[in-house]
């Protein structure tokens, strides 16, 4: 037991010798197995025990078996207490997600605070093969079917090389006790019902079952280097970044030999589930303007391309009473100030207008509605909207132009884009306003 351990740890590089490690102690077998064997290997650790306070008296009882052991093998013992079920309440989630955040944000934050390297936790084989199945049956991709990681950043897990059996067969044979969740006897939730009623049904059809599921699970990790690898070369050479927006031609997109795999790779990260990349896929030559949101993104079809950004409150009106530097938001601010050096700017960024046509306090705000100007070098009105279509804008650059206008109304700039042409600087003019927008 203990030598097919070290060698997983060694095979993956998982622990140094010279660091300090974390153990996650629940009592249960797994962990207790995890950290006798850690311990019995050398390696310098400590433990971490979550009181969740979901199962009365049984919750006490794990801690202080938990403490008891610790005490007895002389290994540093750290604990916390969590009302988990109000933690679910307020954000709106599960038990089980509650409890799996409150217990990885403590094991992340007491890992930096003692110095430790890595956080141990006791996943083993068996349940490597339960994620796979349930991924597999909630209808996964590649990603899914690789089950349960040795390591994942500072998480790591040296048992997934061993069995549910071996770890209680292992415990048994040196005389160690250890705790049992009376949650985990009952079908009520899913993983339960997998281990319970599905992999044993799964092994009286072919005892081999979950060595060969991990065989699987392995497979799909060497198919998924190389998916990775072909995808990240697809996305440098496809997408477009443009300040906080991704863009894709369809056109290169559809001679791909599988669109929707490049699309679920590009998108699911940033949130789009899986029903809504198969809608984009058929929609792809479909009619432009149709919009697929998340919370934070929103994704266009826009003429020839495909157009990512994050989702945005729109910008209010901001009153520019004088000359001044003034934040429009995190990144933009914009610099007004007169000069009498009669020179004109040829910059989207930078304008340069005759100051006696334009009056104090000015004012930046988002378009509107019938919101129309003489653009510079024109006689004519134009829509603010048409001169945008025109320039082939696309929804998300329409949402967030901005305009400037004087105390009068009188339209200034578009910004980053064109002045009026009825503030434009001519033979006659005395003194330059020069406004400048700067990215910070």
Not at 230 to 235: G, I
Not at 349 to 354: A, F
Request: charged fraction near 30%; aromatic fraction near 6%; include cysteine.
């Amino acid at each position: 037991m203990k030598k097919k351990v070290a060698d997983f740890i060694g095979k993956h590089a998982l622990l140094s010798r010279e660091g300090l490690h974390l153990v996650a102690l629940s009592g249960g077998a797994d962990s207790v197995a995890l950290l006798l064997i850690l311990k019995d290997l050398g390696y310098r650790i400590e433990a971490a025990h979550c009181n969740f306070h979901l199962r009365g008296e049984e919750s006490n009882r794990d801690e202080e078996f938990a403490k008891n052991l610790c005490q007895k093998q002389g290994i540093p013992f750290h604990v916390i207490h969590f009302d988990t079920k109000e933690y679910a309440d307020l954000h709106r989630v599960s038990i089980e997600m509650a409890a799996r955040v409150l217990r990885y944000g403590y094991f992340s934050q007491l890992r930096q605070d003692i110095g430790a390297e890595k956080v141990c936790v006791a996943h083993h084989r068996d349940d490597a093969v339960e994620t796979l199945l349930m991924n597999l049956m909630r209808g996964s991709g590649i990603h899914g079917l690789t089950g349960i990681r040795a390591c994942n950043g500072e998480i790591v897990r040296p048992l997934l090389a061993v069995s549910r059996q071996e770890i209680e067969e292992y415990l048994h044979s040196i005389g160690q006790d250890y705790v049992t969740d009376s949650t985990n006897l009952v079908d009520e939730f899913v993983r339960n019902k997998m281990r319970l009623n599905v992999l044993p049904l799964l092994e009286q059809i072919n005892p081999s079952v979950t060595e060969n599921l991990c065989k699987t699970a392995r497979y799909m990790q060497e198919a998924e280097k190389v998916v990775d690898a072909v995808m990240d070369q697809k996305k440098s050479e496809l997408i477009e970044s443009v300040a906080d927006t991704e863009m894709v031609s369809i056109q290169s997109l559809l001679q791909l030999p599988s669109p929707e795999l490049f699309l679920h790779e590009w998108l699911a990260e940033k949130g789009f589930n899986t029903t809504q990349i198969e809608q984009l896929t058929e929609h792809l030559e479909g009619v432009s303007g149709r919009v697929f949101e998340t919370q934070d993104h929103t994704l266009l079809i826009d003429r020839d391309k495909l157009v990512l950004a994050p989702r945005k409150e729109p910008m209010k009106s901001l009153r520019i009473p004088e000359e001044g530097r003034y934040r429009l938001d995190e990144l933009l601010c914009l610099d007004v100030k007169g000069t009498k050096n009669i020179s004109i700017s040829k910059s989207d960024d930078c304008i340069t207008i005759d100051k006696a046509k334009v009056k104090f306090p000015l004012t930046v705000r988002p378009i509107e509605n019938g919101d129309d100007f003489i653009p510079f070098g024109m006689t004519g009105r134009k829509l603010v909207s048409d001169y945008l279509t025109d320039r082939k804008c696309s929804i998300f650059e329409k949402q967030r132009q901005l305009v400037l206008t004087d105390i009068e109304g009188q339209f200034i700039w578009l910004v980053g884009k064109r002045i009026d042409n009825r503030v434009s600087v001519t033979e006659q003019t005395k003194e330059v306003l020069q406004i400048t927008l700067v990215r910070t």
